[in-house]
């Protein structure tokens, strides 16, 4: 068995998928956190709806992100440099990929016993998982923007040895 043939970026289709995906999951995150805050202040039910399914979709998707992230991940060849970014980015996406199961748990179970309401107490801890996806989106721009992982100029300098 022969190995996948790596393009100009180290990868063996045209584009990242990981950047694709998790973009994905954090507008689906962002606008649940958006659809609960305005309908809790407004009792919106409809609207708290819309942020259950969200945050459901996105607690499948995340998943996804992160499987893309280190099959990536495995082929870029970072520098020296770049390793403790991305070594946190990778710890970070695990643990953010459990919280947003947890709270859409959570979020389910508060969904099951009212669902014309939402608890104080869920709001700030979806406040502290906003808090984690910026964090986690500084990180994968960091990787990208700073230490150019699948960047094709980066790329071909790694592979020339001119960077390390």
Known sequence: MSALPLNSQNLPYPDPMHPIIVHFV?????????????????????????????????????????????????LAQASLAAQPTLNFHTVLGWSLGA???????????????????ISPAYLGVATFLICLVFLQEYLGSKLFWVYGLHVEPVVEAMKQGVSR
Do not use: H
């Open 99 to 117: 919280l947003v199961v947890a709270i859409t748990a959570w979020r389910f179970v508060i969904r099951n016993r009212n669902p014309l309401k």
């Open 26 to 74: 954090i507008a689906m995150v962002f606008f649940s956190f958006f659809c609960d805050l305005v309908g809790y202040f407004t009792r919106n039910t409809r609207l708290l709806e819309v942020s259950f399914w969200n945050m459901f979709v996105a607690s499948v998707a995340i998943f996804l992100a992160i499987i893309f992230g280190q099959f990536e991940a495995g």
